[in-house]
């Protein structure tokens, strides 16, 4: 990339702000980033307008790192912009990668999440029926509001996407290493699923595991759990046989099951389909009865299976109408 | 992947598939998909120019993958993949779409049928450009056979391999060789004696220098595969007197009632052949078996014969008998199912019965006399000449037995709604036995277990195939014979234990077996070591290597049934030749 | 070679030949042609993808062939070894690509080819169907049923009864909802 600085943008669309965090949650890593890069656009921390985007000749940016799901129609706008501006992008964190936690909005209509967030809502004085609407005519002034699109998208349904930086939000050291890859130039395959392993998170947990057989599921909070065996071994659903190493696991190791923010193995088409048919395949029953009352201790299994990937997933969303 | 070079031949199966499916439709179909180099029709694929046409097809048009359209791979995979394989290309490289049983002969709209088909072979076609070059494996055979029951099937098998010159194991649970037919005095229909069958053989068994019984013994376990298993035998302490203990033992020697350790044996097949338990009679609460002491099944008159004192408890010789069909079988709430040798065995208590109590009136109760097998008929026939009165009752409408008055000359009272007059008959009887019939035994579902075979809804051990390999079964190198697998008489079971003795020695003559090329294998590299699937897989063939955290298939144990596929979160156990990508390639063809 | 002038070797095998099972046999004889539902006449054929287990409901199958049981042409057969080897993703992806119903086969439990997978399949099921309705999936859509090797009048029925229930709720709008999810972006 030559003695030039790098030109790098940060951005967040349908996102916490949490990936933004973990950037900075490298400490003085980011320093090190500063002196090499200029940082062209970071909405959570530096002053910057869209129009200096716009303004950019096209492939300018060396890199962006785009983190939050494709909710409106002004995260696709800048999606797309960006795309332009930049020679490499990044789906960075679960949301742009997979869809994320935004992403379980596509077990609901739009209709019936602009009833629950404007209309029926406790906080909501009764009587208000504003909802948005993407044009509003002001004292003769025509206001626009992005387009609340009917579902939501993960980044690579909107835009061409280089790599992929999974997790809720990636741990930072895995950050600190793909923007050390990404300055040192030698580069990954186009597409690949970067600061990440390519196996299991039960690769890299420490607990012990055993022959699994399951009788009763339970919530985490339900059990003192051991603090040595497997948590799914012990009824608490965790999805870390069916989702990708790399975070350390962090959660399974803080005694809480891993929610499968880093998606699933390669060649996994389906992250929740696979975990389903996991851990229902190791229930100890034979009696449909009794599976059944196994089953009820897994209350909204589809969230917990799709936290992370449902618009990643084969249906994507929920098609009721 | 290159694009593969595929050659589609749909079948007419004479007029079997033309008269519904437009087969030239389906071919020029065929044409158009991608990687199709030849699609055609013909009468009949499975005959010799069809099969000559595809073999030419593969060398003049240098395909390199087949699909052949036509009747149920159930039915001719195995012709095909063997005309393929003619031609030197690999025989997993065919693929085929049922386009005869699963359409032309369920469906009457040609239309419909004819689009059916094209969305088969177009099915057929996207699957098989995914499929992969698999060959199978050769393992040695050990020439060792371990029995499991100790009965007359059991007997025939052991000493059809030992007159061989091939060494077996008989592992019998009780202290006594013979099983159930010990327990009888004559058979029917030609009134042998059970005693001479037995003896012979009992004797052969226990001196012969290629058997080594064990009694009052139990499989432990049984892991490996065919060819090559390990049985863990265990003998209880105390049964030094069994021959086992005279052979060289690997254990500690008996000290005099002490536990011995268990055997362990190197076998390269399994004969189970467990037999049957009798029907506890006190199920039926109409015949009062337990509550009227002269009420008696079959194999408690089988005592009395053999002790050669017929009488009632009261110790009088019995005027009137009455002998009681289908008890437990052939009924809605116990067995649905014949147990075939009771009508026989009814009718030669006739004779017994006539013999040793000459004037006594016997009456044979029955649903319906089944006398299929050999010399049977002629034995119902004369039966019935010797004064036996024959009395037909419904299913299900069971014949009522009380006591009888005192004013009555006999103990007890048959009430039978009689179907071939349509009367209500009521016969007299001092002794009645009932013909108890056969069941699965107690342990049956643990030996199934141990084994690792599968068990029809009433227990009894399934075969390979119920007409064509009644003798072995799904698992490789495990056989059955005799009455675990069905109720049957003597000569089916003899023939059934020669026949799996048979199909052992054949596979002990070619020295090595051939080990399916088609089953699970795990990548390393992807396993994560969840351990999911260790406990899914019904053979044991998964394992679980502590050190290195990662699980693999043991191949020669696999059966290719893809539970452990299907169940592993990583995606890392591949089913080989039912990928996801070939089934995800069937999906998206029969849906385009 | 002659098309018009079969040889000997042009004869199929024996096996070949149509076979009906013994205990078939007087039932066919004596059933009233019945006509099976047929997607013509402008009504609404589902398509079904039908997941079979190659020992008991692929055979079974084939058993309503050999008995010349007429059924709906609206189911595609699928074949695996196992019903256990039904990833449930291949339920989903069926359904992605447009099939209006998915129908999954295998033996009876306790009668399964391999001990237990069945039991697998009984399972994951459940679930399966449950996570299906929080996607907006209906019922009549995915089916598991259990079918043995003499059961190929039950698959006949099974079919028509399900071809009738899907063509009463109407195609999938699933491939479609998820294309025009696009187009109205």
Redesign the interface.
């Known amino acids: 990339m030559g003695g030039r600085k790098l030109q790098i943008a940060l951005y967040w669309g349908a996102g916490c702000g949490g990936c933004d965090v973990a950037v900075l949650d490298t400490n003085e890593f980011i320093l090190d980033v500063a002196a090499l890069a200029d940082i062209r656009l970071w909405p959570i921390a530096v002053d910057g307008k869209y129009r200096d985007v716009e303004e950019m000749a096209d492939g300018e940016l060396d890199l962006t790192l785009f983190n939050g799901a494709v909710r409106n ?1 002004e995260n ?1 706008h800048i999606a797309r912009l960006l795309r332009r501006k930049s020679r490499l992008l990044v789906a960075f964190g679960s949301c742009a990668h997979m869809g994320g936690i935004p992403g379980l909005a596509n ?1 609901a209509t739009k209709e019936e999440i602009y009833d629950r967030a404007y209309l029926h809502n406790p906080s909501i004085e009764p009587g208000n029926t504003t909802v948005p609407l993407a044009q509003t005519s002001v004292n003769g002034y025509s206001l626009e509001l992005p387009r609340f ?3 939501v ?1 993960k980044l690579d ?2 835009v061409d996407v280089d790599y992929y930086l999974p997790g809720c939000p990636p741990a930072a050291d895995q950050v600190r290493a793909v923007l050390e890859v990404i300055v040192s130039g030698v580069l990954p395959p186009k597409g690949s699923v970067v600061g990440a392993g390519d196996r299991g998170l039960c690769d890299e947990c420490t607990r012990t595991k055993a022959e699994k057989k399951i009788k009763e599921f339970r919530r985490p909070w339900q059990i003192m759990a051991d603090p040595e065996a497997c948590l799914l071994e012990q009824g608490i659903l965790c999805a870390g046989p069916a989702t990708r190493s790399g975070c350390g696991a962090r959660c399974p190791t803080s005694s809480i099951p891993c929610r499968g923010c880093y998606g699933p193995m390669p060649g996994v ?2 992250q ?3 975990l ?2 996991a851990v ?2 190791v ?1 100890d ?2 009696d ?1 009865d009794e ?2 009352a196994i ?1 009820a201790g ?1 209350p909204d ?3 917990y ?1 799709y936290r992370f990937s449902l618009p990643a ?9 | 992947m290159d694009q593969p070079r595929i050659g589609v031949y749909v079948c007419a ?2 007029t ?1 598939i033309a008269k519904v499916v437009d087969c030239d439709a389906v071919v020029r179909a065929a044409e158009g998909l991608p990687g199709v180099a030849v699609a055609t029709t013909y ?2 694929m ?4 069809g099969q000559e046409m595809i073999v030419a097809d593969i060398e003049e048009k240098k395909l390199d993958r087949v699909v052949v359209a036509s ?6 995979e195995l ?1 095909f993949r063997k005309a393929v394989k003619k031609a030197s290309m690999n025989q997993y490289y065919l693929q085929m779409a ?1 386009i ?4 032309s ?5 040609g ?3 004819t ?2 088909a094209i ?2 072979v177009r ?1 057929a076609v996207k699957r098989v450009a995914f499929h992969e070059p698999l060959e199978s494996r050769m393992v040695a055979m050990c020439p060792n056979t371990l029995v499991l029951g100790g009965g007359i099937a059991g007997l025939t098998a052991a000493l059809e391999l030992a007159d061989a010159g091939y060494q077996v194991y008989l592992v019998e649970k009780a202290d006594h060789l013979g099983g159930n037919l010990a327990r009888v005095d004559l058979t029917a229909p030609h009134l042998d004696s059970a005693r001479d069958l037995l003896r012979e053989r009992i004797h052969r068994v226990m001196g012969h220098p290629h058997v080594e019984p064990f009694l009052g013994a139990e499989v432990q376990s049984l892991e490996g595969y065919v060819g090559n298993f390990t049985a863990t035998v265990a003998v209880p302490g105390g049964n030094g007197a069994g021959p086992a203990a005279a052979e060289g033992d690997d254990g500690p020697t008996d000290g005099g009632g002490a536990t011995r350790s268990p055997r362990t044996l190197e076998v390269g097949s399994v004969i189970v052949a467990t037999g049957y338990r009798e029907f506890d009679a006190s199920r039926i609460t109409h015949f009062g078996y337990g509550k009227l002491p002269n009420v008696i099944t079959s194999f408690e008159f089988e005592r009395m014969v053999r002790e050669g004192r017929i009488e009632t408890v009261e110790g009088r010789q019995p005027q009137y008998v009455a002998i009681l069909h289908c008890v437990g079988s052939r009924s809605q709430e116990f067995h649905a199912y014949c147990s075939r040798v009771c009508c026989m065995t009814a009718l030669k208590y006739a004779h017994e019965l006539k013999s040793a109590v000459p004037g006594c009136y016997v009456s044979d109760v029955y649903i319906d006399m089944h006398a299929f097998g050999k010399g049977c008929e002629d034995f119902y026939r004369r039966s019935s000449e010797v004064k036996t009165l024959f009395l037909m009752y419904g299913k299900n409408d069971y014949p009522v037995i009380r006591k009888a008055e005192p004013g009555d000359d006999c103990g007890m009272l048959i009430e039978v709604s009689e179907q071939l007059s349509g009367e209500l008959i009521e016969i007299p009887a001092d002794l009645v036995i009932l013909m108890v019939g056969m069941e699965a035994r107690e342990d049956s579902a643990e030996v ?2 141990l084994v ?6 009433d227990g009894w051990f ?1 075969e390979s195939h119920p007409k064509l390999d009644p003798v072995a079964t ?1 698992t490789e190198g495990v056989f059955i014979a005799g009455t675990c697998a069905a109720p049957k008489d003597i000569p089916d079971s003899v023939a059934q234990a020669r026949a799996a003795a048979a199909r052992i020695l054949g596979k002990i003559a070619r020295g090595s077996i051939e080990v399916d090329a088609v089953f699970a294998e795990i990548d390393e590299e992807a396993c994560s070591g969840c351990r999911i699937c260790n406990e ?1 897989c ?1 053979y044991s063939a998964i394992e679980y290597k502590a050190d290195e955290k990662r699980s693999r298939v043991i191949s020669a144990l696999c ?5 452990c ?3 592993c979160p990583s995606g890392a156990i591949r ?1 080989r030749h ?1 990928t ?1 990508e070939q ?2 390639a ?3 063809g ?2 385009a | ?1 002659n ?1 018009d002038r ?2 000997v ?5 024996v ?2 030949l ?1 076979t009906v099972a013994d205990d078939q046999t007087a039932a066919r004889v004596d059933r009233p042609a019945r ?2 539902p ?3 006449a402008g009504s609404f ?1 589902p ?1 079904i ?1 039908g997941f079979l287990c ?1 020992w008991c409901s ?2 079974g ?2 058993l ?3 008995s ?4 709906a ?1 609206s189911v ?7 019903s ?16 209006d119903g998915v129908l999954i086969c295998g033996c ?10 069945n ?2 399949t ?3 099921y ?3 169907k ?2 299906l309705a ?4 209906e019922d009549a859509r995915v089916r598991l049923e259990w079918v043995s090797a003499s059961e190929g009048q039950r698959f ?1 029925d099974l079919v028509d009864d399900m071809t009738q229930r899907l063509r009463a709720l109407g195609p999938s ?2 491939k479609t ?2 294309a025009t ?2 187009a ?2």
Request: charged fraction near 25%; proline fraction near 6%; hydrophobic fraction near 40%.
């Open positions: 129609s696709e077990l699109y009917q579902r998208f349904d909107v088409v389906d929740g389909a696979k389903l048919s229902t395949s229930i029953s034979k449909p599976i059944d089953l897994l299994f589809t969230g299976a997933s084969l249906l994507q969303r929920s098609v009721r109408s | 199966c004479g079997n009468k009949y499975c005959s010799t120019p009747c149920s791979p159930r039915m001719h012709t049922n005869r049983e699963h359409c002969w369920v469906h009457g709209d239309v419909e049928a689009q059916k969305g088969l099915a199934a277990r690792g075979i599968s068990q029809d809804k399934i799904t899914l019904p059966k290719a049934c893809g539970a596929v299907a169940a089913a039912f996801d089934i995800f069937e999906i998206v029969v849906l | 070679m098309e079969p040889t070797a042009d004869l199929p095998t096996a070949d149509p006509r099976a047929t997607g013509a054929q398509r993808v190659n692929y055979a199958a084939d309503a062939g050999t010349r049981t007429p059924y042409a595609r057969v699928i074949r695996v070894m196992c256990a080897r039904i990833d449930p993703t291949f339920v989903l992806k069926a359904l992605a690509e447009g099939a009876h439990p306790g009668d399964c080819h391999y001990s237990e997978g039991y697998k009984m399972r994951r459940p679930l399966l449950r996570m929080d996607l907006g999936i006949a709008r699933i909802a998820l999810d696009h109205e972006r």
